[in-house]
C-alpha cells in the first residue's frame, strides 16, 4: 500500500496541524458528494485511513517504527522482506523509526458567555476571563531548568525505541517498542524546571478578547482556532469553542430575526386612535395607532429587529396590540360608557372562534405574519 505521509503530500516531519490541513484540502477535493466516481472514491478511502493513522500519535508512533510501507495502517510493513526481517532480527536497528516529539497540540477549550438581548441585536465586544494552560515563562516551553537541556537517553541512544527478542513457535523473534525510560522522546530531562515540573506549561488565567457577532441564538458555538490550551512542551494551542446563552428579556421575545412585543392601549386610545413613543432595544419609535385599531392587531416597525448571522439586513420590530379594559369606574364613569353603549347600539355579544386568550391570538397572528 501506498505511503501514509505520501498519500497526504507531507513530510515525516509534518506537524499534527500540517496533516488536518492536508487531510481537510484533499478530502474537499475527493469527497464522493463533489467528485463522484469510483477513482475519487477510492483515493478518499486511502486520504481518509492514511488520516485516521497520522493524526493518532500512537499509530503514528507504531507506523514509523514501522518503516516507509503502509501494511494496513497500523504496523507499516512495506512487504514481505520488511516482515521478515522485523520477525526474525535481519535488519537490526528500528527499522528507520524516531523519537517522539515532546511538542505535541493543546486541547480546545469551552467557555460559556450569557449575552443579553441588546448584544444578540448589533454584536458585542467582550473580554473573557479564561483558565487555560499557557508556556511557561521560566523554561519558556523547552521543560528544562534554565541552562540545562535534555540529554540523550543511554538505553535507547537517542532512537526512542529498543528492540526486544523473544522465543516463540517462529523462533526468536525481534520486536520494537517504545523505550521505558525515555517513554520514546530519545532523550530525557535530568533537571526538570520547577516551575512547571516538566511540561514546559503552567495553568494560568488570561483574557481573550472577542467579537461576538449580531444574531447568535442560544447554542450557538462559536469557534477561535489556536485560542485553547497550549501544548505539551510549548507545543500549538487548541483551539476555544464559545457557547453562546442568550437571556430573557422582560419585553422582548425573539422569533427569527424579528423581535416581538405587547403593546397595552387603553379603551379610549384604541376607539379614537393615538401617537405614541416605545423604547424599542436602540432608542425611542414613534407608532401611530389609527382609529379602531383592535386587540391581537400586528403593529410592524421595519429594520428594528435582529441583524441575521450572515446578512447585513435587519429583521422587524413586531408589536400585537392588547387592549386594557378598566376593571373599576366610577359613577360619573360609569354613566359616561353607559351613554356611549347606547348611542352605539353595539351588537349583541355572540359566539365566535374559540381563541386561548390574547396572547395566542396574538402568537397565531405574529407566525402568520
Known sequence: MADHYEVLGVSREATTDEIKKAYRRLARQLHPDVNPGE???????????????????????????????????????????????????????????????????????????????????????????????????????????PGTQPVRCDICQGSGHVQRQVRSLLGNVVTTQPCNVCQGYGTTIPYPCATCQGQGRVRSRRTVSLDIPAGVETGLRLQLPGSGEVGPAGGPNGDLYLEVTVAPHEVFSREGDDLLATLEVSMPDAILGTTTTIESLDGPVELELRPGVQAGDILTIKGRGITPLRGSQRGDLRVGVHVVTPTRLDAKERALIEEFAGRTKAPAPRLAEFHQGLFAKLRDRFRNG
Open 39 to 145: 477513482e475519487a472514491s477510492e483515493r478518499f478511502k486511502l486520504v481518509t485511513h492514511a488520516y485516521d493513522v497520522l493524526s493518532d500519535p500512537e499509530q503514528r508512533a507504531r507506523y514509523d517504527m514501522g518503516g516507509d510501507g503502509g501494511f494496513g495502517g497500523a504496523g507499516g510493513f512495506g512487504g514481505f522482506g520488511d516482515i521478515f526481517e522485523t520477525f526474525f532480527g535481519a535488519a537490526g536497528g528500528n527499522r528507520g523509526g524516531r523519537p517522539r516529539s515532546r511538542r505535541e497540540r493543546g486541547q480546545d477549550a469551552l467557555v460559556r458567555v450569557t449575552l443579553d438581548l441588546g448584544d444578540v441585536v448589533f454584536g458585542v465586544h467582550r473580554d473573557i476571563e479564561v483558565d487555560t494552560a499557557v508556556v511557561c515563562d521560566t523554561c519558556e516551553g523547552s521543560c528544562c531548568q
